[in-house]
């Protein structure tokens, strides 16, 4: 079993930065694909990107360009950097990890991911 703790959130003005942590713990050999999801008060979880065990990133069209997902094996951390934020970024956002998948692969279904972090709040506002 994994367990993963996010990390970093807080509130931040538009246009601001904030970095995200995930670090996982557990049955670590067992991790392939790791994800960041994010649901806002009212709307269902919804994917933000996502990263291969080789290290190749995946985002949702809403956060290209503004979003960059890393993973340190060596840690058993990823990390969520989050430039240009909206007032719309603003959610709770989740780590998950999945067995699954290839070297190479990336899942933006939730129903992929097996094991989930308790959360973090970020929150976008003047």
């Known amino acids: 079993q994994v367990h993963l703790v996010e990390s970093g959130g807080g509130l931040v003005q538009p246009g601001g930065s904030l970095r995200l942590s995930c670090a996982a713990s557990g049955t670590l050999n067992t991790i392939r694909t790791m994800g960041w999801y994010r649901q806002a008060p009212g709307k269902e979880r919804e994917f933000v990107a996502a990263i291969s065990r080789g290290g190749l990133p995946a985002y949702a069209d809403s956060v290209k360009g503004r979003f960059s997902m890393s993973r340190d094996g060596a840690k058993s951390t990823i990390y969520l950097q989050m430039d240009s934020l909206k007032p719309e970024d603003t959610a709770v956002y989740y780590c998950?990890?999945?067995?699954?998948?290839?070297?190479?692969?990336?899942?933006?279904?939730?129903?992929?991911?097996?094991?989930w972090g308790q959360g973090t709040q970020v929150t976008v506002s003047s």
């Open positions: 998950a990890a999945t067995s699954r998948g290839g070297y190479w692969s990336t899942y933006s279904s939730a129903s992929e991911y097996h094991d």
